[in-house]
């Protein structure tokens, strides 16, 4: 369960997700002292915190406690669903190839590379593929930009739309017998409607996005890719504390893991170092890892 439903203040839930605590289980073996002092608040307000999330859990328990049990799956069940699961196109043959068809829903991928190899553009272009139908190797879906750097061009999505639009009228085309006129329906601008853009200028607001992305994508269902651009960005600078920052890159891969196959979507980060930058215990944070990409202009 979410600290965002707890009975507490806006300010005492802003400092929470600023430490890192980001669910109730996070709080459930922490004593009063050690989370008064990474508050910073006096230790009887980290007392009636940590009772308002005590409440919170047996409430959530009493109305769910069967939630676990009913999501069980069987080993064939989850075969199927690895080969049905649909691709997103990197619009790159051999990067398609490298990833077994593309950026796979269901799972958070990074990508990481030098400076100025394509990163961003590569997600530029996944946030117009993934608008595509799905003969034309796209989801029909929406896509969310979460740019931490603030190096999202919409000039460049633009210009990679209108090619976009261009590839599909050439790939219908081709596929028509005869040769009559063929069209689109989607115009350059619907993928750019298409693309709900976040800018972050700090590792707060980034947390708190993070947080908001389940009940945006709740309210926009066709939601089917978020790229992060990059997650690490906020995190390599005023980190003394290296304990705090590993727990807060870790809360976060497993919310993005969580929301992934919870919505049945793609998750993408771009990674400026060649190593994963999300740490979550679980090995299946990132199904596939690219150190290297060519840049794609």
Known sequence: MDILRMAVSATQRGKLIAAGYTSLSSLSSISPPVLARDLQIPESEASEILKAASQSVRLDNSNGCHAIIAGAQTAWDMLNEEDTSRCITTSCADLDNILGGGINCKEVTEIGGVPGIGKTQL?????????????????????????T????????ALQIAEACVEDMLEYRGFLRKNFEPCHVSMQPKDFLANIFYFRICSYTEQLAVVNYLDKFISDHKDV?????????FHFR???DDMALRTRLLSGMALKLIKLAKKNSLAVRNLSPFAGCSL?????????WFIPFIPCLR
């Open 224 to 232: 089917k890719l978020v790229i992060i651009d990059s997650v690490t």
């Open 237 to 239: 600078q005023d980190f």
């Open 123 to 147: 997600g530029i272009q996944l946030a117009v593929n993934v608008q595509r139908p799905a003969d034309y190797g796209g989801l029909g879906g929406k896509a969310i930009y979460i740019d």
């Open 149 to 156: 750097e603030g190096s999202f061009m919409v000039e460049r």
């Open 279 to 287: 740490e979550s215990g679980d090995d299946q944070v990132f199904k």
